[in-house]
């Protein structure tokens, strides 16, 4: 079992997030050494947590990032990443957040409609630059994941559809400021299965063989990110499947002569890293329920109020031998700010210190001031060491 610092973690006042740097080190130097020896970048997306401190190890480890917002663009920037290892996703990139993007040089725009690429053309025009520019493909693959973490298949928001693709590459090479690098696909999040990442390889093979039959060919390839985490067993697997993962793609993927591959991945670096730490406000006892109140809410975790996520939960504090069911709750007045339902934990009492574990992704980077909450600290296993 994994061994939290109490003595120091007791100190410090609760609600917050306690990031293992040591686990985030040992995640970086699992990825990187996968990647060794093959055309692979990994580019960690920073929604996942844009924490400034993760930033700079995660820069200081070679990475690339992608981006969503003009926001972490200069995030990214300030925390160490070369503009040239940014890529820039989103389907509704604004006019500031692409000059910005093209002022700086970045590696590319991922984008997403036609639109969006005739803007670019003229902004970076505008700016006398050529902007580098992937396509982002709708492969039309389900990956079995949650409803609102699915990307990839035709009724969702994202991409270009593979019908149009062609003609928008003519008109990417037609465009005089945008340089066309590759394309770029995604198709969802929290994938543990290699099943939907090897009908990708197979689609972008098709797909490669059908754009050289029409003189296309293409710098990078970029597949995107999703591979998932063990909620439910966070100790047993702090690493991400990344052995199989990138072995999928070092199998599946038929590469061209000097073509890229590049990763876009979040939640599988982050996760396992951090914690949310909290106390027990209050235990009480309905008909036939007890609950236990913890100062942390969904404004600090919204993972199980917006998928029905369950995260682990332990109680660091109790001694008692005895298990009891609960429901653990947060403090916010919404009857979804539930971490999770007929919980079984050691008898639990007021001041108890609580981890919901698996927060480093898409926790601090969700979290919001509903109900005017403090928004929690971050605190860092090195500091609390020394
Ligand atoms: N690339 C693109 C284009 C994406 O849309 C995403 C995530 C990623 C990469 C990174 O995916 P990851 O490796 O983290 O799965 N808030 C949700 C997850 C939303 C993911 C959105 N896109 C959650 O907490 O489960």
Redesign the pocket.
Known sequence: MYQFPLDKLSEIPTPYYYYDMALLRATLDAVNKEIKGFPFKVHY?I??NGNDVILREIASHGFGA?L?SGGELVAALAAGFKAQDLAF?GVGKTDWEISLGVENDIFSF?VESVPELEVINEIAGGLRKKAGVVLRVNPDIDAHT?R??T?GTAHDKFGISLEMLPQVIQMAHNLPNIHLRGLHF?IG??ITMMRPYEMLCEKINELQDSLERIGVSLEIINV?????VDYDAPDEHPLAGFTSYFNVFKRGLKLRQGQEVHF?????IMAQCGTLISRVVFVKSNRDKQFVILDAGMTDLI?PAL?E?HHKIQNLTSSSPRRETYDVVGPVCESSDVFARDEVLPTTSRGDLIAIRSAG??GES?SCRYNMRRLPQAHYSDAIAK
Do not use: F, P
């Not at 995107?224 to 998932?228: F, H, K, Q």
């Open positions: 997306a929604k996942a992608d969503v996703s991922n949650h609102y973490i990307t995604h999040s929290q995107g990110g999703g591979l998932g876009e991945l979040g939640r599988s993972r998928y996520a992704a898409y969700m």
